[in-house]
């Protein structure tokens, strides 16, 4: 196991320590998902969505992959503190109910 350095730890927790950024980059471990999906998951303004999502590209965390007209968002696996922030992941509960709301409201495939 390689070890993180404690800046690099401080700098990550502290980005995830907010509660939306941190429930994105769970529901992005199992899921990709573009803008408008955090819109409707967080009932949040699309602006306020963006702002963190480029706070979670910016540290490099995630990844951007267009599709047709769609940006959809992954989690970065190739990130040097990846195990790291999977280990912190993994301690979350799932939030594939979000993701079913998502279907059931017929807006996961929205942005298919």
């Avoid at 907010?18 to 429930?23: A, Y």
């Avoid at 769970?26 to 803008?35: F, I, R, T, Y």
């Avoid at 590209?57 to 040097?80: D, K, P, T």
């Amino acid at each position: 196991m390689r070890l993180i350095d404690i800046q690099s730890a401080s700098r990550l927790l502290k980005l995830l320590g907010d509660p939306t950024r941190l429930t994105m980059m769970k529901l992005l471990q199992s899921h990709d998902c573009c803008v408008c999906e955090f819109v409707a998951i967080f009932e949040m303004s699309q602006p306020a969505i963006s702002q963190h999502v480029r706070k979670l590209r910016e540290m490099g965390l995630v990844r951007e992959a267009r599709r047709g007209q769609w940006i959809f968002y992954s989690i970065n696996r190739e990130h040097a503190e990846y195990p790291f922030i999977q280990r912190i992941l993994d301690q979350l509960p799932s939030q594939e109910a979000s993701v079913h709301d998502l279907k059931t409201k017929d807006l996961r495939i929205s942005c298919e």
